[in-house]
């Protein structure tokens, strides 16, 4: 005889549990928590981290491409950097304040020999920058490069920060007789583009991990050092000495950067 209690205890189908319970929600939710705030207060170290690694990078790599440079082309180290100075169709203005470094820069007029001097570098031409800002790393150097000349003002190092930076960050010894200019390698440089003869596809930027350094509020493509010594009052000699660091300090090398980043 067949027993129908026997068969619905057999065919009993186990129960499937949907979902998960309001405790299980409330653990996954606390760990997922817990590691937000892991991941959010790491981010910080892990930015400053990322930009002074491509400092670090794009430092040497300049310096290198620019020396290569100069040996290849009978010392001249390329044309059209960005000034720093503002002007339209000459360079007879000041700094702009976009310009981080106001304390550390100050406007420098050439002399006849200076300008022959840069000239035998490869330099004969700056181009200007915007009084204002107007997008202070992409759009304030767009204007028409011009001709330096002894009428010409010139970004430099001013006398005590050229004591200070260049012992410091580059172990050099700065002359009594020399100048010590700044310019910047922006887009219209003869170094950066698609011709046979540019050694930098595109202008690199330094992105710092401070707010007050963006792009667009402060200038931050990466920065020359020209020394122009004296030989007497009809003669100058210019030499490149290294590529270097903008900052709302001003400039600094990347064993600057890199000794600030692991003592702060």
Known sequence: MFNNTHFRKCS???TVRLGLSLLELLVVLTILIALGGIVVSTLPGMLKRTQ??????NIPEIDATIRRTAMLSR??????????????D?????????IGGAETFETTNLS??????????GITELVPA???????????????????????NVCSLSGDSANTILTQDWNLEPAENAKYIVIGLGEQCSMVGAGAKAA???????FSDSREQSPDEMYS??????????VDELKSVARYIGAAIPGRDGIHSVSKELEDYYTD
């Open 12 to 14: 009993t189908r186990p």
């Open 52 to 57: 002074v690694a491509t400092a670090a990078s």
């Open 75 to 88: 010392g001249k180290i390329g044309n059209r950097f960005d000034a720093l100075v503002a002007g339209s």
């Open 90 to 98: 000459s360079l007879d203005g000041n700094i702009p304040s976009y």
């Open 112 to 121: 006849v020999a200076d300008v022959g001097a840069l000239r035998e570098i």
């Open 130 to 152: 915007a009084v204002e800002t107007i997008n202070a790393t992409y759009n304030s150097h767009d204007q028409t490069p011009v001709e330096i000349g002894s009428d010409s």
């Open 200 to 206: 930098f596809s595109e202008s690199p930027v330094h």
């Open 221 to 230: 493509r990466y920065l020359l050092l020209v020394e122009i010594k004296s």
